[in-house]
């Protein structure tokens, strides 16, 4: 009787111990678990300025009127930021957007800033269509250019918006919005100015200002 008894307070402990380390292992550090969500909300919920607000609900109406903005802020102030606010607002009409982006350093950095803001997204570069069916898409736009009578009708966007446009080539440009001709065109820009001296005036209809580099710098935004 006395083995039995040992046996049985051996098997208690030797329980005991295993619920108890099993507990430890299955249950999350409540602290921890908190800490990442904040730090997911703090990247993907988005707080514009008022002047970026501004931008993002004048271009938003000039949109829904059937109009081809063109946004014109000065260069460290937010037009990236503003564009994703609009998008996601685009989004939410179930709309399609290409961004054409002009260097692949900035076609990163639209990769990296949707996934900050968790925007699901596909691209278009030298390997072809990268993701099925996303509202977005992040573009290089000779690559775009040489794959257009490949893709189907159904992968048409809604709007093409344009980043650094000044930049843009006239040639693969214009033969992408002629192409999705029903496409409504936004452009970002810090300068309303193509590098090839040509107007703007028949690609966008209106253009869209909230602050200049002077207000920006006397406002604190930007250092002088």
Known sequence: MGDNRMN?????IL???????LQKIDKPDCRKVENAKQRNEKNTVMQLLPFQNEARILTNRLLNAHRHPLFVSPTGTGKTITAIAIIADRIKLNQRIFVLTPQDEIFQQWLVQLSRYGINYGYINQDGVTGRNKMVYICMP???NNIL???PERFKPDIIVTDECQHSRAETWDNIHAYYNNALR???TATPKRLDGKSFENIYTDIVQTITMQQAIDAGYLAK
């Open 142 to 144: 000779m690559s775009l």
């Open 186 to 188: 936004m452009g970002l």
């Open 8 to 12: 049985y307070f051996l098997y208690f």
């Open 149 to 151: 009578s490949k893709l």
């Open 15 to 21: 329980g005991f111990i295993a619920g108890w380390l």
